[in-house]
T-cell receptor, first 114, second 115 residues
Framework: AQKITQTQPGMFVQEKEAVTLDCTYD???????LFWYKQPSSGEMIFLIY??????QNATEGRYSLNFQKARKSANLVISASQLGDSAMYFC???????????FGKGTRLHILP | DSGVTQTPKHLITATGQRVTLRCSPR?????VYWYQQSLDQGLQFLIQ???????AKGNILERFSAQQFPDLHSELNLSSLELGDSALYFC??????????????FGEGSWLTVV
């Protein structure tokens, strides 16, 4: 069964608008972590943001925030004031601490339009 | 710069050959992960080492092997290469396991092309 689901294969957003990338996950482990990574066309995987399952507050890192809804098993990434440089592939990932490996979703390709 | 160093960045080799990919984790990180990213399979977890010991195994083929050395660098060995092994191979590292190591940082990857 797929543990990380990203339902948006591709998105087009106007520059300066906010964008939400969806991610749902499935786990029975009470202790887990959720990650978002950005992969530009050059190929590197850039860490954006982390949310622990016991964190009370939603994680924020600059223009990135993670909308964590634990009961819904949802961990959406919100990018405020999008920029042309945000065009990339975005991956949601989960790490179950009993297992320790990180599982990735299939990604969402984000296109920012000028 | 994530602090994770992978070499080589690009590699072209023939079918049937063997290659070794090398990874140096971030300073102080004890965990090393290997991932394979191909167009049709997405990011596939291969294997994880923690402080020299294998900790988790994913979809790693028997033709592939890995190890983590006492200085914590890791090598991924790919043998009897097939065209389908062409992919971007990532190494990632974290400080520890479980709650001890939250953030996982990736290297820039090694592009392997098998011809």
């Amino acid at each position: 069964a797929q543990k990380i689901t990203q339902t948006q294969p591709g998105m087009f957003v106007q520059e300066k608008e906010a964008v939400t990338l969806d991610c749902t996950y499935d786990t029975s482990d009470p202790s887990y972590g959720l990650f978002w990574y950005k992969q530009p066309s050059s190929g590197e995987m850039i860490f954006l943001i982390y949310q622990g399952s016991y964190d009370q507050q939603n994680a924020t890192e600059g223009r990135y925030s993670l909308n964590f809804q634990k009961a819904r098993k949802s961990a959406n990434l919100v990018i405020s004031a999008s920029q042309l440089g945000d065009s990339a592939m975005y991956f949601c990932a989960m790490r179950e601490y009993r297992d320790d490996k990180i599982i990735f979703g299939k990604g969402t390709r984000l296109h920012i339009l000028p | 710069d994530s602090g994770v160093t992978q070499t080589p960045k690009h590699l072209i080799t023939a079918t049937g050959q063997r290659v070794t990919l090398r990874c140096s984790p971030r300073s102080g990180d004890l965990s090393v992960y290997w991932y394979q990213q191909s167009l049709d399979q997405g990011l596939q977890f291969l294997i994880q080492y923690y402080n020299g010991e294998e900790r988790a195994k994913g979809n790693i083929l028997e033709r592939f092997s890995a190890q983590q050395f006492p200085d914590l660098h890791s090598e991924l060995n790919l043998s009897s290469l097939e065209l389908g092994d062409s992919a971007l191979y990532f190494c990632a590292s974290s400080a520890g396991t479980g709650t001890a190591g939250n953030t996982i940082y990736f290297g820039e990857g090694s592009w392997l092309t098998v011809v």
